[in-house]
Protein backbone atom coordinates (compact mmCIF):
# COMPACT_ATOMS: atom_id res chain seq x y z
CA UNK A 1 0.00 0.00 0.00
CA UNK A 2 1.49 3.48 -0.67
CA UNK A 3 -0.04 6.63 0.97
CA UNK A 4 0.49 9.74 -0.06
CA UNK A 5 -0.29 12.68 2.18
CA UNK A 6 -0.79 16.67 1.26
CA UNK A 7 -2.31 19.36 2.21
CA UNK A 8 0.57 21.08 4.49
CA UNK A 9 1.27 24.91 4.31
CA UNK A 10 2.75 27.64 6.10
CA UNK A 11 -0.53 29.38 8.21
CA UNK A 12 -1.30 31.62 10.64
CA UNK A 13 -2.59 30.72 14.13
CA UNK A 14 -6.24 30.26 14.35
CA UNK A 15 -6.24 29.38 10.62
CA UNK A 16 -7.94 26.09 9.19
CA UNK A 17 -6.30 23.29 6.82
CA UNK A 18 -7.13 20.51 5.44
CA UNK A 19 -4.38 17.29 5.05
CA UNK A 20 -5.33 14.65 2.50
CA UNK A 21 -4.16 10.86 2.34
CA UNK A 22 -4.31 8.95 -0.67
CA UNK A 23 -4.08 5.27 -0.80
CA UNK A 24 -3.01 2.88 -3.29
CA UNK A 25 -1.86 -0.14 -4.20
CA UNK A 26 -4.30 -2.30 -1.40
CA UNK A 27 -6.83 -2.58 0.48
CA UNK A 28 -7.70 0.63 2.26
CA UNK A 29 -11.74 0.04 3.74
CA UNK A 30 -10.60 -2.85 5.81
CA UNK A 31 -8.89 -0.95 7.77
CA UNK A 32 -8.27 1.70 10.40
CA UNK A 33 -7.01 4.64 9.35
CA UNK A 34 -4.59 7.17 10.99
CA UNK A 35 -3.11 10.60 11.68
CA UNK A 36 0.22 11.25 13.20
CA UNK A 37 2.72 14.34 13.78
CA UNK A 38 6.34 14.90 14.72
CA UNK A 39 6.78 18.34 16.07
CA UNK A 40 9.81 19.90 16.75
CA UNK A 41 12.49 18.48 19.36
CA UNK A 42 9.27 15.77 20.34
CA UNK A 43 8.66 12.07 19.02
CA UNK A 44 6.21 10.97 16.51
CA UNK A 45 2.97 11.19 18.70
CA UNK A 46 -0.82 10.03 17.63
CA UNK A 47 -3.62 12.56 16.28
CA UNK A 48 -5.83 11.18 15.26
CA UNK A 49 -7.76 7.98 14.25
CA UNK A 50 -10.72 6.20 12.33
CA UNK A 51 -12.29 2.76 11.94
CA UNK A 52 -12.33 1.23 8.86
CA UNK A 53 -16.09 2.20 8.28
CA UNK A 54 -15.49 5.87 9.69
CA UNK A 55 -18.26 5.57 12.13
CA UNK A 56 -15.29 4.93 15.41
CA UNK A 57 -12.86 8.06 16.17
CA UNK A 58 -10.24 8.90 18.70
CA UNK A 59 -8.83 12.08 18.94
CA UNK A 60 -5.75 13.22 21.50
CA UNK A 61 -6.74 15.26 23.82
CA UNK A 62 -4.66 18.55 22.59
CA UNK A 63 -6.22 18.34 19.43
CA UNK A 64 -10.20 16.89 20.49
CA UNK A 65 -12.61 19.68 19.44
CA UNK A 66 -10.64 21.21 16.65
CA UNK A 67 -9.47 18.42 14.60
CA UNK A 68 -11.46 16.00 12.57
CA UNK A 69 -10.39 13.18 11.26
CA UNK A 70 -12.69 11.65 8.29
CA UNK A 71 -12.46 9.00 5.37
CA UNK A 72 -14.10 8.81 1.88
CA UNK A 73 -14.03 4.90 0.88
CA UNK A 74 -15.15 4.88 -2.65
CA UNK A 75 -12.51 7.40 -3.23
CA UNK A 76 -9.64 5.52 -0.69
CA UNK A 77 -9.04 8.98 0.75
CA UNK A 78 -8.47 9.93 4.10
CA UNK A 79 -8.50 13.64 5.41
CA UNK A 80 -7.72 15.31 8.68
CA UNK A 81 -9.63 19.14 8.56
CA UNK A 82 -7.55 21.29 11.40
CA UNK A 83 -9.21 24.34 12.81
CA UNK A 84 -8.10 26.90 14.95
CA UNK A 85 -4.69 26.10 14.28
CA UNK A 86 -1.72 26.95 17.06
CA UNK A 87 1.87 27.18 17.04
CA UNK A 88 2.33 23.72 18.67
CA UNK A 89 0.45 22.32 15.95
CA UNK A 90 3.59 22.89 14.14
CA UNK A 91 5.51 19.59 12.57
CA UNK A 92 5.16 17.25 10.00
CA UNK A 93 2.00 14.91 9.92
CA UNK A 94 1.68 11.30 8.74
CA UNK A 95 -1.09 9.34 7.58
CA UNK A 96 -0.75 5.53 8.06
CA UNK A 97 -3.20 2.54 7.91
CA UNK A 98 -4.18 0.39 11.14
CA UNK A 99 -5.67 -2.69 12.13
CA UNK A 100 -7.98 -4.57 9.86
CA UNK A 101 -11.62 -4.56 11.01
CA UNK A 102 -10.28 -4.41 14.54
CA UNK A 103 -11.33 -0.23 16.90
CA UNK A 104 -9.73 -0.73 20.14
CA UNK A 105 -11.18 0.92 22.90
CA UNK A 106 -8.58 3.76 22.93
CA UNK A 107 -8.31 6.26 25.96
CA UNK A 108 -6.40 9.11 26.96
CA UNK A 109 -4.14 6.61 28.82
CA UNK A 110 -4.27 4.02 25.85
CA UNK A 111 -3.49 5.70 22.55
CA UNK A 112 -3.05 3.61 19.14
CA UNK A 113 0.42 2.23 19.28
CA UNK A 114 2.85 2.98 16.15
CA UNK A 115 2.69 -1.02 16.06
CA UNK A 116 -0.69 -1.14 15.38
CA UNK A 117 0.11 0.69 11.86
CA UNK A 118 2.14 -0.83 8.87
CA UNK A 119 2.22 1.36 6.01
CA UNK A 120 3.04 5.14 6.64
CA UNK A 121 2.60 8.20 4.20
CA UNK A 122 6.26 10.63 3.71
CA UNK A 123 4.23 13.31 5.35
CA UNK A 124 3.62 16.92 4.94
CA UNK A 125 4.91 19.66 6.25
CA UNK A 126 2.23 22.13 8.86
CA UNK A 127 3.77 25.52 10.02
CA UNK A 128 1.76 27.23 12.31
CA UNK A 129 2.69 31.00 13.20
CA UNK A 130 1.77 33.51 16.08
Known amino acids: VQLQASGGGAVQAGSSLMLTCAASGGAFNTYNMAWFRRTPGKEREFVAVTSWSGSGTFYADSVKGRFTISRDNAKNMLYLRMNNLKPEDTGTYYC????????????????????????WGQGTQVTVSS
Open 96 to 119: ARGLQYTFLSYSDSNHPRESEFDF
